[in-house]
């Protein structure tokens, strides 16, 4: 995953040029595009285009990427680490199962 991340701290997969958090200049950044999921709440009525049930969640991106909202068909839990695809921009994100032995 692209984006920006400012001396500040702030990250954003957004390419615009300057911080929202603090207006100076950003740099280009890249992470992994793994997350651990923040929050998930599951929606009866997703938006056209979905199908039900469909869950919103917040991803941490990488540890120390940006937050930003996915959606999944998965069931996922607080804690979770989810792959991040970027259907651009709408972020779709798939739980990611546990490696075999």
């Given at each position: ?24 200049v ?7 595009d ?18 039900a ?27 979770d ?20 032995k």
């Amino acid at each position: 995953m692209k984006g920006k991340k400012c001396k500040c701290g702030y990250a954003t997969p957004a390419r615009k040029p300057r911080c929202p958090r603090c207006g100076k200049v950003a740099s280009d950044a890249e992470w992994k595009d793994v997350g651990k999921v923040l929050s998930a709440a599951k929606l009866r009525k997703p938006p056209t285009g979905f199908e039900a049930p469909m869950t919103l969640t917040v991803v941490e991106v990488d540890g120390k990427g940006p937050k930003v909202t996915c959606w999944t068909e998965d069931d996922v839990a607080v804690g979770d680490t989810v792959v991040i695809v970027d259907m651009g921009g709408t972020y779709i994100c798939e739980k990611q199962l546990p490696k075999a032995k």
